[in-house]
């Protein structure tokens, strides 16, 4: 009798922690933080810039965002 108790909360402590995670972040809010360059690196999307130039990590040229809403 003693076994099933302890296994029985063993269980629903499991679900009480499986509940407690934090929300994943989906895919439209993740996009609305990244920072919004007028310019960006192919190769490295989180360098951005309002002028052009090259990416400060690989040298790249940076490219013109498209910034057109379709």
Do not use: Q, W
């Not at 499986?18 to 990244?34: F, G």
């Not at 007028?38 to 965002?65: F, N, Q, V, W």
């Amino acid at each position: 009798m003693k076994i099933r108790f302890v296994l029985f909360a063993l269980t629903g402590l499991l679900a009480l922690s499986a509940c407690n995670t934090a929300p994943k972040k989906d895919a439209k809010a993740t996009e609305a933080e990244k920072p919004k360059g007028k310019y960006y690196c192919t190769m490295h999307p989180d360098i951005t810039s309002d002028k052009p130039g090259t990416c400060s990590k690989c040298g790249m040229e940076l490219a013109d965002r498209d910034t057109t809403k379709k």
